[in-house]
């Protein structure tokens, strides 16, 4: 750095006069006068007030100094503000730094007013260590594309297509089946309104199809992903139609002529009664839905050499020989809307699937309802199938009930003296479903029995079925006939999101659905640029994958604007440290981590989202992130090593993630609620950030105790950084027992955002078990 | 005397190709065993120059003092920071000594 710009211009900015009162801010000044690299330190009155900066501004024109360290209560915005102003005045955003005392404790009126006075010097001094090192930043934009990958076009898809399209963005729809409209195509009806799903799906194809900004891609896989948000480089592999979408155009002569019927029911289930017309030919229009209008042949179906459809087709659009196609794509945002699969119900053995005609899936329960056919006399209803159940599925698939009372009420609307039992464990209608359960209750001819059949057996040969029930609310055994059993059975994520998972590195959960923050950011996939929406996330309706996916489709939009910006913060490996152990590769919770071609483990910037875990991870220091770097700190912790408390009394060093566990011990301070003085914290952007090295640092300096505060499981912003930096302060633990140093010396705590009062009473008892454990041997 | 490790501690740096210890060793003689644990496969040629003790990122590795310098009691454990060493030497009747060296290699 060259003479003058590497000078700190240091100023105070003492609001309501606090911090006066509380030390002697002359004496503090003249004392940091002398500091190595300081060109100038004054007091100024409010810096945000017109014309308050104009001491700074001044100083930085005539080369006084090149970087800023304020000292004084900032609030976040201010710094932001600040960064604005002096920006204007030719100063890099990132050489500026804050220190506040007063969240720090040096304001406590019952601490010694010496021992304040040298507290508030070691402040300033860590700060001053790491201005003297911060360097100037510049963010980074990366070029990025314009168009979006949609993956997926059920109902989730195609509303999320609808939305980008809208906004003028490109849009690649793929779509595994011939056609699209997915699970939902295949509904007879939905709640809560009961109209004809096909008509919500055909306003929103509309859309689609009016618009030049979206492809459809059909019958097609996605085969692998490489690239970061903003530039996802995506391969597709299209499965031959052997039917050209271009000619084609629909006129069925070829269906009429094909000789082969495939039969449409459940996998794994030899029902025909109910069902038996529900056939299509081997070559049929595009299915769930007739779009795009190009009719697909299954040729697994097609018997040796028959090509009756080749010489029906009046517009030659038949080919038999049409091979699988691969297509190369670049988009910057993808959306994953794989939704789901009805769980396989033969597993549940005890309700007789698969092995009674008459014993059905609510799936396909919306086709008998769709069918002319008079719907059978008395039906039985079983609610949480394999739901809710540690043998199948553990959780609640929360729509089943609706379903149930949905398709109850429309049997009832189409043969009012048809008879309904419903078998529940307890009806779970949430919101405005509760309507539909109260009135089907007063419906006659609809009874709900609080008991699950606990045996299925045929009655003679009437082909009817007798369930044995006890009604737990009476307590009686009923036995009861129906023509018909409906099992509504949940739903697991599908095939294809598993398939996808592995594609994208997405995490998922311990259910198989994706992961992701399902509080405040819950279409956010754990891979940037990556969104989730519908059931592949979490079990949902129709109307709640709506939302989601046009939630998703807003989220992806950053990424899809031609540029990314990206913050300067992000992580840079140290080459000539780094012996590519790929622990950072491992550990990183978003996987950004890729091979350069030297072999060296590069952060991908689009992927990464600057938590610092691979600092922290790094056995050799090697990685630090740019606007916080090891260096820095180290020369913090130095700084801290100073006693400000006086001989006898420990000196704790806290790292606090600056997400939960800093506003928590802000608070604390702010409150009084008797932090002891002993403490100077860091903040950190997560706990995983701390690294082995800066805690045998402070250990090594003479600091008495190391507290490290991250989040709650499972609350961690960035995953697992606090789970990280656990499992290795307790391999520090160990070592520091076998060098007979009290291993408590090193603690972690999960401290929530309103832990203050937790925080308080953490760092008393730290304290004061750390002055029965003594001094720090190491203070050498 | 060889590097002990303790297997309990020690993941075979996550089953990579070759854990630290086996990198930074110079007489080459850390390896993974067929369970993915490190170890030392010529323990008389080991010098004790605790390079591996002080690469193991989990600090799974303890070097043992030859007996001509120590019983088994003593001990000498280093701690890694940023840029010093601070070494825990133990002798055979706990008496504990404590150095802190900087290293004088390059800062960054």
Wanted: proline share 6%; hydrophobic share 35%; aromatic share 6%.
């Amino acid at each position: 750095m060259d003479g003058p710009s590497s000078k700190i211009g240091l100023f105070v900015w003492d609001q309501g006069g606090r911090l006066g009162r509380a030390i002697d801010l002359a004496f503090l000044l003249e004392n940091l006068s002398r500091a190595k690299g300081i060109g100038h330190c004054s007091i100024v009155e409010d810096p945000l007030a017109p014309g308050g900066l104009s001491p700074v501004t001044e100083g930085l024109e005539k080369g006084e100094f090149g970087r800023v360290l304020w000292v004084g209560p900032f609030s976040l915005e201010q710094q932001e503000v600040l960064r604005q102003q002096l920006a204007k005045a030719g100063l890099n955003p990132f050489l500026q730094e804050w220190c506040d005392l007063e969240e720090q404790g040096v304001c406590d009126g019952e601490v010694d007013q010496e021992a304040r006075q040298r507290k508030a010097l070691v402040l300033v001094q860590m700060a001053l260590a790491r201005t003297r090192l911060l360097e100037p930043l510049v963010p980074v934009e990366i070029p990025a594309s314009q168009s979006v990958l949609i993956v997926g076009a059920g109902v989730a898809g195609l509303h999320a297509a609808v939305s980008l399209a809208r906004l003028g963005k490109r849009v690649h729809l793929v779509e595994k089946e011939s056609g699209v409209g997915g699970k939902v195509a295949s509904l007879h009806r939905f709640y809560p309104r009961l109209c004809d799903p096909l008509c919500g799906l055909e306003f929103a194809l509309q859309a689609l199809i009016g618009s030049e900004m979206v492809e459809f891609h059909t019958l097609s896989r996605v085969t692998s992903v490489d690239g970061g948000r903003g530039n996802f480089h995506v391969r597709l592999t299209k499965a031959p139609r052997y039917v050209s979408e271009d000619r084609c155009n629909g006129c069925g002569e070829c269906s009429r002529v094909c000789p082969v019927a495939i039969p449409l029911t459940s996998e794994g289930h030899r029902s025909k009664e109910y069902l038996h017309a529900l056939t299509v030919r081997a070559i049929h229009p595009a299915s769930p839905m007739p779009f795009p209008s190009a009719y697909v042949i299954e040729r697994a179906y097609c018997p040796p050499d028959c090509e009756e459809c080749l010489k029906a087709c009046p517009s030659s659009a038949v080919n038999l020989e049409q091979e699988p196609r691969e297509l190369e794509l670049s988009v910057g945002a993808i959306i994953v809307a794989t939704g789901w699969d009805p769980y396989p119900l033969n597993r549940v053995e005890e309700f007789g699937y698969g092995a009674y005609p008459n014993v059905i899936t609510n799936l396909d329960m919306e086709r008998v309802l769709s069918s002319n056919n008079r719907p059978p006399r008395t039906i039985g209803f079983v609610q949480c199938v394999g739901s809710r159940d540690d043998r199948h599925l553990p959780y609640c698939s929360s729509v089943c009930c609706s379903v149930t009372l949905k398709q109850v009420l429309y049997l009832k609307q189409k043969a009012p003296d048809a008879h309904c039992y419903v078998f529940y464990q307890d009806i779970r209608s949430p919101g405005f479903q509760e309507e539909l359960y109260q009135k089907l209750k007063e419906t006659e001819g609809v009874t709900f029995v609080r008991g699950m059949p606990s045996t299925v057996r045929p009655h003679g040969d009437t082909g009817r079925l007798r369930l044995r029930v006890e009604d737990t609310l009476s307590g009686r055994e009923v036995n009861i006939e129906v023509d018909l059993l409906v099992l509504a059975g949940g739903m697991i994520p599908s095939r294809e999101s598993e398939e996808l998972a592995g594609i994208l590195g997405l995490p998922r959960n311990s259910l198989g659905f994706f992961e992701s923050h399902l509080q405040c950011h819950p279409e956010e996939s754990q891979r940037s640029g990556i969104y989730v929406a519908g059931c592949c996330r979490e079990p949902m309706n129709v109307a709640a994958s709506i939302e989601s996916a046009r939630h998703a489709a807003m989220e992806a939009l950053p990424f899809l604007n031609g540029s990314v910006l990206i913050k300067p913060m992000y992580p840079v490996v140290d080459k000539t440290k780094c012996d590519k152990c790929k622990r950072c590769m491992e550990e990183c919770p978003f996987g950004s981590f890729y091979f350069d071609e030297d072999g060296f483990p590069t952060p991908h910037l689009g992927r990464c989202r600057q938590c610092g875990n691979c600092v922290g991870i790094c056995p050799l220091g090697a990685i630090s992130l740019r606007h916080l770097t090891m260096k820095q700190m180290a020369a913090q912790i130095q700084a801290a090593s100073a006693s400000f408390m006086g001989k006898e009394e420990p000196t704790v060093l806290a790292f606090l993630c600056q997400n939960d566990a800093y506003w928590a011990a802000r608070e604390a301070v702010k409150r009084g609620m008797g932090v002891p003085p002993n403490v100077l914290f860091i903040k950190v952007p997560c706990a995983g950030y701390v690294n082995n090295a800066l805690i045998a640092d402070a250990l090594a300096l003479g600091i008495d105790g190391v507290l490290i505060a991250g989040c709650e499981d499972g609350q961690c912003h960035y995953v697992k950084g606090n789970q990280l930096v656990r499992k290795r302060s307790d391999d520090l633990s160990d070592k520091l027992r076998k060098m007979m140093i009290e291993p408590d010396r090193v603690r972690f705590v999960n401290l929530e955002i309103r832990d203050s009062a937790k925080y308080a009473k953490v760092m008393r008892l730290f304290v004061q078990e750390l002055k029965a454990m003594g001094l720090n041997p190491f203070k050498i | 005397m060889p590097p002990k490790v303790d297997r309990e501690k020690c993941d075979g740096c996550k089953a990579q190709q070759e854990p630290l210890c086996e990198q930074v060793c110079p007489g080459d003689l850390m390896t993974l065993g067929e369970d993915g644990k490190a170890y030392c496969r010529m323990p008389r040629d080991c010098w004790d120059c605790m390079s591996c003790t002080k690469a193991c990122p989990v600090g799974a590795i303890e070097t043992r003092i030859p007996y001509q310098l120590g019983y088994h009691v003593a001990k000498l454990i280093p701690l890694m920071g940023t840029n010093t060493i601070t070494w825990t030497c133990i002798d055979i009747n706990g008496k504990v000594e404590r150095f802190r060296y900087v290293n004088r290699g390059r800062l960054d």
